[in-house]
């Protein structure tokens, strides 16, 4: 099956700073890579996905690169802001099972 | 954006009784839903894929008859813990495939407790 890992496990960046989290999956065959954000106690929200078919995406101050051959993709998010504080999950799935597996997660603070 | 409710939020319960969680989607169809368990400062792990009309499928190392999962409409999963021992204490997320996406939207999760 599927093996997701992330790294870090944890990070702390200043304000305005920028931080990247890092995953490697293992599975050739997964293709839909989405990231989300949880706050405490409530539930995960998609905050941006890729696909296998492109290799970067950006959505204002948040991006996603995918690199295939290496079986890495990586969340980057700038000008940090106190309210960006939560946990990330990456996952990687197949798109015809859809299965998600997730990486072990990121708490992110953002000190102001 | 899509919404996914979950029902009860909290629940607490004795040992041996078994307590059933119900799945919903709000405004879309959802042919598949999943349900994960997630400890706490943990990851979610992924416990079976419920599927509309069929058998659920279960990942390996989950009790499939100790954890029961109806999917019998395009917009309501349920998860049944029977015989609920305090170590199936944990917070239970489900979440909803829109049709035609890949996109997976969560709910809200539910606390479940036994004493």
């Known amino acids: 099956g599927e093996n997701v890992e992330q790294h870090p496990s944890t990070l702390s960046v200043q304000e305005g700073d920028s931080a990247v989290i890092k995953c490697t999956y293992s599975?050739?065959?997964?293709?839909?890579f989405p990231w989300y954000k949880q706050e405490l106690g409530k539930r995960p929200q998609l905050i941006i996905d890729i696909r296998s078919n492109v290799g970067e995406k950006k959505d204002q101050r948040i991006a996603v690169t995918l690199n295939k051959t290496a079986k890495h993709f990586s969340l980057h998010i700038t000008e940090t802001q106190p309210e960006d504080s939560a946990v990330y999950f990456c996952a990687a799935s197949r798109g015809n099972f859809n299965k998600f597996y997730f990486g072990s997660g990121t708490k992110l603070n953002v000190k102001p | 954006g899509a919404v996914v409710s979950q029902h009860p939020s909290r629940v607490i319960c004795k040992s041996g009784t078994s307590v059933k969680i119900e799945c919903r989607s709000l405004?879309?169809?959802?042919?598949?839903m999943f349900w994960y368990r997630q400890f706490p400062k943990q990851s979610l792990m992924l416990m079976a894929t419920?599927?509309?009309?069929?058998?659920?499928?279960?990942e390996q190392g989950v009790e499939k008859d100790k954890f029961l999962i109806n999917h019998a409409s395009l917009t309501l999963s349920t998860l049944t813990v029977t015989s609920a021992h305090p170590e199936d204490s944990s917070f239970y997320i489900c979440s909803a495939r829109d049709i035609g996406t890949d996109t997976q939207y969560f709910g809200p999760g539910t606390r479940l407790t036994v004493l």
């Open positions: 419920s599927n509309e009309g069929s058998k659920a499928t279960y």
């Open positions: 599975d050739s065959a997964s293709n839909y």
């Open positions: 405004d879309f169809q959802a042919t598949t």
